[in-house]
């Protein structure tokens, strides 16, 4: 298996799920039939915050999948993002014994888009700064090793994940001071919407008219490039 994308989520979180997997869905059945068994999802929905009857940070729920994972090069999508319409056709031609594959992030919260996120190795760190925008100002997010982007697999899981808030940053930490991740191929547009909502909006709602409208215009680019 070249490439699988794991998606951890929670049984609460469930239509969401199945909006992005509806999203990978469509763009794997328009694989070409030799590259069709090239590309992967695993899923592991938990509500209960344990694994094997354990309290269990999110750190080790992701842990876990990786472990599960057989493919060269895995990633995460979170069940509450959403991906670019040619998400898999522009990385999957790139995963040819690279390191990593780097793109940019659209990031919003609570429905408003405060930046946009470069994941590239080029940065060499997790940096950020705002950007003069006219009368809204917006941030500018420089991300080098990311779970999110994909990373052949033994070097992702070379160390691990652990622990609940910030166990992406850790574990970017660790692999950064080990110089473990060397090459890249950096796809220099937006492949990944991240979709962060705070206290002020329901999280889990996959009929927010917002986050509808995101799905709706993503599809609309399909039909325009049909």
Not at 85 to 90: A, F, L, N, Q
Not at 187 to 204: A, E, H, M, P, T
Request: hydrophobic content about 40%; proline content about 4%; some cysteine.
């Amino acid at each position: 298996m070249k490439w699988q994308i794991l998606i951890l989520s929670e049984r609460s979180r469930n239509e969401m799920l199945q909006q992005v997997l509806e999203q990978l869905r469509y763009q794997m059945a328009a694989l070409p039939l030799k590259k069709f068994g090239d590309v992967e999802v695993l899923v592991h929905e938990d509500e209960t915050g344990k694994l094997f009857g354990k309290p269990t940070g999110v750190g080790e729920m992701r842990e876990y999948m990786r472990k599960q994972s057989t493919g060269d090069y895995i990633n995460f999508i979170d069940s509450d993002d959403l991906i670019a319409p040619d998400y898999i056709e522009s990385i999957l031609p790139l995963l040819d014994g690279v390191d990593y594959v780097g793109f940019d992030v659209k990031c919003f919260t609570d429905h408003e888009m405060i930046g946009i996120a470069s994941h590239s190795l080029a940065h060499g760190k997790w940096s950020q700064h705002r950007l003069a925008n006219g009368r809204v100002p917006e941030m500018r997010f420089c991300r080098d090793i990311s779970h999110l982007n994909p990373m052949r697999r033994e070097l992702a899981l070379s160390l691990p994940m652990s622990g609940s808030v910030g166990e992406d940053c850790r574990w970017a930490n660790d692999l950064r001071a080990k110089g473990i991740v060397k090459t890249e191929h950096y796809i220099s547009r937006v492949l990944y919407w991240y979709l962060w909502r705070g206290q002020k909006l329901d999280s889990k709602d996959a009929n927010d008219p917002w986050r509808l409208q995101i799905i709706e215009d993503l599809r609309a680019h399909i039909a325009t490039q049909s």
